[in-house]
């Protein structure tokens, strides 16, 4: 059964700083993987989709990796902003026969970027 | 840009009431889903539906669930008799193709069964 974890799950840094956020999914076979922002109370903001066959994709300040095989992502931020304070939740697209695309979240990592 | 739009935004109901959650998925969006976030829990998938028909369902999607697409833009969730643990964000995704397309969220319903 698929697992996500997101280490750590709360992180407070000064504004400015580069940052990483850890994902990792127990079972490498899937379809893609997706980052999510949370604001508090509020829905689901998309942030990047990277596909079993990519290694990485950028939007801005942001940049996504994936490690299919060892089961890992990371989300980079750069010249972190207090407006950058949110959940950030990672999830995959299981790859096993009969799936029609639901997702698989992590608890997601709380965010602060202090002024 | 077009997005998920969901109503209402919180709902109240008394335990055993029926609620209807309602979506308008992403207009040339084909397949449609609900999640629920529990507070301070992960968020968890209930149902997709594509081509009129439930195509895939967890466990927590028992008999006192149920959706449906009424007309050409809502789809909707039902709960036939609430329960205290019902109580959740529930969110409702689209995508335009299944497996390999970007999901979109609307901002969810805050239901709370007292």
């Known amino acids: 059964k698929q697992e996500v974890t997101q280490i750590p799950a709360a992180l407070s840094v000064p504004e400015g700083e580069n940052l990483v956020l850890n994902c990792s999914f127990t079972?490498?076979?899937?379809?893609?993987l997706q980052w999510f922002r949370q604001d508090p109370g509020k829905g689901l903001t998309s942030l990047l989709l990277?596909?079993?066959?990519?290694r990485e994709q950028t939007s801005g300040r942001l940049n996504a990796s994936l490690d299919k095989s060892s089961g890992r992502s990371t989300l980079y931020i750069a010249a972190s902003q207090p407006g950058d304070s949110a959940t950030y939740l990672c999830?995959?697209?299981?790859?096993?026969?009969?799936?029609?695309?639901?997702?698989?979240f992590g608890k997601g990592t709380k965010l602060s970027v202090k002024p | 840009e077009p997005e998920v739009t969901q109503t209402p935004s919180h709902q109240v109901t008394q335990m055993g009431q029926e609620v209807i959650l309602r979506c308008v998925p992403i207009s040339n969006h084909l397949y449609f889903y609900w999640y629920r976030q529990i507070l301070g829990q992960k968020v968890e998938f209930l149902v997709s539906?594509?081509?009129?028909?439930?195509?895939?369902k967890s466990e927590i999607f028992d008999d006192q669930f149920s959706v449906e697409r009424p007309d050409g833009s809502n789809f909707t969730l039902k709960i036939r008799s609430t329960k205290l643990e019902d109580s959740a964000m529930y969110f409702c995704?689209?995508?335009?193709?299944?497996?390999?397309?970007?999901?979109?969220f609307g901002q969810g319903t805050r239901l709370t069964v007292v």
């Open positions: 539906f594509y081509n009129n028909e439930i195509s895939e």
């Open positions: 995704a689209s995508t335009r193709g299944s497996r390999v397309t970007e999901a979109f």
């Open positions: 990277i596909q079993s066959s990519q």
């Open positions: 999830a995959v697209r299981p790859n096993y026969g009969g799936s029609q695309g639901n997702l698989i």
């Open positions: 079972d490498s076979a899937i379809y893609n």
